[in-house]
């Protein structure tokens, strides 16, 4: 079936280190890919997405590129700020459904 | 900025007892949706509503689920005799259309406790 796994958290980091949230995926179909955000008291928001192979979603510092080969879609940041403290989800939804499917979502805390 | 709202943010209950959890999605959407994530594991999908009807359901969404559009703007999940395992984050959402590429967009999550 259809499913994303996630990399464990929590994730603390001191400010101006570079992140990687890893995440791959199961799909019987020809999945988009996603990276919600949510914050302390907040929905998911959506962070950035990707809807074929080889696509590079981009947002806020954030980066995500859709490996079909390796079946991932990591995501990475150069320079995290306090600011970035959330989790972060990643989600796939195939397309013969609107169902998402996340995985269990990543914990960071950067600290100054 | 438009957003989906839910109410309450936090709902605790009697085992047995019913609850309601109330959403309002963006108003010029169209498909709506409800996921619960229980602590520690997985977000996961119930249902999605198109057109005053269920378009899609998870194994999840058992007799005991059910929802409603009662009026122009709510959305409602009703959970008719709660276990303790419904305890969990309940996310509502929504989308402007079926189009995979489109995201939902999620509320706060009501967190529902069930002694």
């Known amino acids: 079936g259809d499913s994303v796994t996630q990399m464990e958290g929590p994730v603390t980091l001191s400010e101006e280190a570079f992140l990687t949230i890893n995440c791959t995926y199961t799909?019987?179909?020809?999945?988009?890919l996603f990276w919600y955000v949510q914050y302390p008291g907040e929905g998911l928001q959506l962070l950035l997405k990707a809807t074929k192979a080889d696509d590079k979603g981009s947002n806020k510092g954030f980066e995500a590129t859709y490996r079909k080969e390796t079946t991932s879609f990591h995501l990475e940041k150069g320079s995290v700020q306090v600011s970035d403290s959330a989790v972060y989800f990643c989600a796939l939804v195939v397309r013969t459904s609107n169902q998402f499917y996340f995985g269990t979502g990543t914990s960071l805390t950067v600290i100054p | 900025e438009p957003e989906v709202t839910q109410t309450p943010s936090h709902q605790v209950t009697q085992m047995g007892q019913e609850v309601i959890l109330r959403c309002v999605p963006i108003?010029?959407?169209?498909?709506f949706y409800w996921y619960r994530q229980i602590l520690g594991q997985k977000v996961e999908f119930l249902v999605s509503?198109?057109?005053?009807?269920?378009?899609?359901k998870s194994e999840i969404f058992d007799d005991q689920f059910s929802v409603e559009r009662p009026d122009g703007s709510n959305f409602t999940l009703k959970i008719r005799s709660t276990k303790l395992e419904d305890s969990a984050m309940y996310f509502c959402?929504?989308?402007?259309?079926?189009?995979?590429?489109?995201?939902?967009?999620f509320g706060p999550g009501t967190r529902l406790t069930v002694l």
């Open positions: 959402a929504s989308s402007e259309a079926f189009r995979v590429q489109l995201e939902q967009f």
């Open positions: 799909a019987t179909g020809y999945p988009s």
């Open positions: 108003s010029n959407h169209l498909y």
């Open positions: 509503f198109y057109n005053n009807e269920i378009s899609e």
